[in-house]
Nanobody, 125 residues
Framework: VQLQASGGGLVQAGGSLRLSCAAS????????MGWFRQAPGREREFVAA????????YYKQSVKGRFTISRDNAKNTVYLQMNSLKPEDTAIYYC???????????????????WGQGTLVTVSS
């Protein structure tokens, strides 16, 4: 599975960005798609995930109500709408595909087999 992330950029605090992640390369592209982020000097952390079939969504507590993950099955594309951005949201954002994960493992980096290249989000104060 190839994952192409896009949509990052520089935004002021309180602003919005929409990230996209297009999947290709296999007939079966996975059970879940997730977004993770990694700030300088910190470990990669889970942000949100969505199940391709049914659209069930899962979020890191600190982004609930601000971020929305969605998918377009026809385009094999997942989106992350980020509103009310804060400086602490600054990070490289990665999308990832989990082929066979279960919901209890979705926040774990190890549950995902394929990763996109990352897109930088910078939120200025």
């Amino acid at each position: 599975v190839q994952l192409q992330a896009s949509g990052g950029g520089l935004v002021q605090a309180g602003g919005s960005l929409r990230l996209s992640c297009a999947a290709s390369g296999r007939t079966y592209i996975g059970r879940f798609m997730g977004w993770f982020r990694q700030a300088p000097g910190r470990e990669r952390e889970f942000v949100a995930a969505i199940k391709w079939s049914g659209g069930n969504t899962y979020y890191k507590q600190s982004v609930k109500g601000r971020f929305t993950i969605s998918r377009d099955n026809a385009k094999n594309t997942v989106y992350l709408q980020m509103n009310s951005l804060k400086p602490e949201d600054t990070a490289i954002y990665y999308c990832a595909s989990a082929l066979y994960a279960i919901t209890s493992s979705l926040s774990s980096v190890g549950a995902y087999e394929y990763w996109g290249q990352g897109t930088l989000v910078t939120v200025s104060s």
